[in-house]
């Protein structure tokens, strides 16, 4: 009793005792990150999902990259490895080893995964066996028939409930607002109607609990390709084609679909046709080396414009950014002497992007 009463004179009553223990170790915990919560939670607070492109081989050889994605995302978007080339090498063989590597990090840390993506006509994501030019019709269809059987039946049993939409059929828009002609999907049904409907309702019978999306980029602001694609989904809807949501791809670069002004309203419109929406692969490239302060200002600009578009509608499900670090970006595919498209540099260290998006989500 005595020895705790001398205890007291020298140890502060219960508040003292914590703001001295802050106090001592301020420098090794900083007050900024100690307080910091991640974007998933915030997000939550805002009803929406935030996420990212996500690598399966990135998680498995990169912890700093891996801590990030499984601290800060409640949604994942596999980049590469649900595509067709990945899933379907061959004909008679699928392998979804990194495709279930996704899958199993999505699971451990509580995340939802988009599907990404059943039919895409781009080359680079499809097989060799896929692109042989004497396939008949009636050969195409059926092998796209088994491809999303196959697939669509993968995920039902092994990620029930952790894989939860599709972006079903991706870009099937040129810029003009045509249902793509040069696509080898296009040889199955030129019809974009009628294309639609079969894929979808086909998708919708094998996986009747998932949410199918069309996705798409450069329809963010009005013109040609925007009003097509609201065009079909509206008739795709008055139809009662089981289409669900429609991701807003919101790619940009300086230079490039730079105007956001528009987007909430044409969110709203698509809104109104009974659709979720989701913001799917956000990202902003600028000239390279990415050193100019007023770039790095203009592309926080666009990705707070982005995210406060997707929070103006009730529809709005996730945020979703096309990958997180500039040390791995989609190579290849800017314009010459453009990227550092994300918002962490190739350090991880935040770029203005970041605290703008954080200033977005933290904002009563
Ligand atoms: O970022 C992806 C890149 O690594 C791939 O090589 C490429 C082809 O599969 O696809 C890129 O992702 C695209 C996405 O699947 C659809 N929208 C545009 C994306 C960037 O090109």
Request: aromatic residues 12%; positive net charge; proline residues 5%.
């Amino acid at each position: 009793m005595r020895r705790f009463c001398l205890d007291r004179r020298y140890f502060p009553t219960a508040p003292g005792i914590w703001i001295l223990a802050f106090l001592a170790a301020g420098s090794a915990f900083p007050l900024s990150q100690a307080k910091e919560l991640p974007f998933r939670t915030l997000a939550k607070k805002k009803g929406i999902l935030f996420g990212s492109a996500i690598r399966a081989r990135a998680i498995e050889e990169d912890p700093e990259y891996s801590k990030f994605a499984a601290k800060q995302f409640s949604i994942l978007t596999p980049e590469n490895d649900f595509k067709f080339d990945a899933l379907h090498p061959e004909e008679s063989r699928f392998d979804f080893t990194r495709a279930d590597q996704v899958v199993a990090f999505a699971k451990k840390h509580r995340q939802l995964v988009r599907g990404h993506t059943l039919v895409w006509h781009n080359p680079e994501a499809l097989p060799d066996w896929v692109k042989n030019p004497d396939r008949t019709p009636a050969e195409l269809k059926k092998l796209l028939q088994n491809h999303i059987k196959s697939v669509l039946l993968h995920f039902s049993k092994t990620a029930n409930g952790v894989v939860v939409s599709w972006d079903v059929i991706n870009e099937a828009f040129d810029e003009e607002g045509n249902f793509r002609q040069d696509s080898i999907w296009a040889r199955i049904e030129p019809d974009g109607f009628k294309f639609f409907s079969w894929v979808y309702r086909l998708s919708h019978r094998i996986a009747p609990k998932l949410k199918l999306y069309y996705n798409d980029y450069g329809i963010e602001a009005p013109g040609k390709k925007t009003e097509a694609v609201f065009r079909m989904m509206r008739r795709l809807k008055q139809a009662g084609v089981p289409i669900h949501g429609i991701g807003f791809q919101t790619h940009g670069s300086s230079g490039w679909n730079t105007d956001l002004s528009e987007f909430p309203g044409i969110l709203k419109r698509f809104d109104k046709l009974g659709l979720r929406i989701t913001i799917s692969e956000m990202d902003y490239s600028i000239p390279t080396p990415a050193t100019s302060t007023k770039d790095l200002e203009q592309q926080a600009r666009i990705y707070a414009e982005a995210l406060k578009a997707c929070l103006s509608v009730n529809s709005c499900q996730a945020f979703i950014t096309w990958g997180f670090t500039d040390r791995t970006l989609w190579e290849g595919n800017f314009k010459e002497g453009f990227g550092a498209s994300t918002y962490l540099d190739s350090e991880m260290k935040p770029k203005p992007a970041f605290r703008a998006l954080r200033r977005v989500l933290t904002k009563k």
